[in-house]
């Protein structure tokens, strides 16, 4: 069951997590039946995710049998061990984590000016930093690589947002896992701490 507390509706924080996120999991249907996961650096642009890669191979031939995908992106912050809250017991431990996970149909585009407009996304999301020359198709050394290269869209009909940082937790225990997090100082441990100021309002009973 989906834990509602955990659950992001907000366009602009989903956007925000996708844009800091390069990789995900993409689930296709198998021709045996079975789930067929494939883990492949993605964009989420003008609100469609995409997906590059040869033209040829498993993946393309799965998705022209059935393109229906799922798509997950998650990013896991703290581990929280179970000693943080209970100096015995093991059922306490948890981890904090932010997780979107879209349904939809996969299209292959061959539109040379939308595959220019997503590997463009692309760029500007894993080389910010320029040094290149603008992605045209009118450039023909561009349009030969942009003919040569698969781009895939996923067209999504469902996404849902989880982002968990103790919204369930009492206000007191909040606070404690914060101080803790604090003192131990490592790997996200500050950014989670920002998370979940930001995530958790004050408890009311």
């Known amino acids: 069951m989906r834990r509602k507390e955990f659950t ?10 996708l844009q800091e996120v390069s990789y995900g999991h993409l689930g296709l249907i198998g021709e045996d039946g079975w789930p067929h996961i494939v883990a492949l650096n993605f964009v989420y642009h003008e609100g469609h995710f995409y997906f590059h890669g040869s033209k040829i191979g498993e993946k393309i031939r799965l998705l022209n049998s059935d393109p229906r995908v799922t798509f997950n992106v998650t990013k896991e912050y703290s581990i929280i061990p179970s000693y943080f809250s209970d100096p015995t017991l093991a059922c306490p431990a948890t981890a904090f984590f932010k997780s979107v996970l879209a349904r939809g149909h996969a299209v292959i585009v061959e539109d040379l000016e939308e595959k220019a407009r997503a590997f ?8 910010p930093e320029g040094g290149y020359d603008p ?14 290269v698969a781009l895939i869209r996923l067209d999504v009909e469902d996404l849902t947002a989880k982002f968990k940082f103790g919204q369930n ?3 007191p225990r909040r606070e404690s896992l914060i101080d803790k997090l604090n003192d ?5 441990d ?8 930001k995530y958790c309002p004050a408890h009311k009973e």
């Open 135 to 148: 992605i045209d198709p009118a450039n023909d050394e561009y349009r030969k690589n942009l003919n040569g």
């Open 120 to 127: 463009t996304a692309f760029m500007q999301k894993l080389q």
């Open 169 to 171: 937790l009492t206000e």
């Open 184 to 188: 131990r100082n490592q790997n996200l």
């Open 8 to 17: 992001i509706s907000e366009q602009a924080e989903i956007q925000e997590f």
């Open 190 to 197: 500050a950014q989670t701490i920002e998370l979940m100021k």
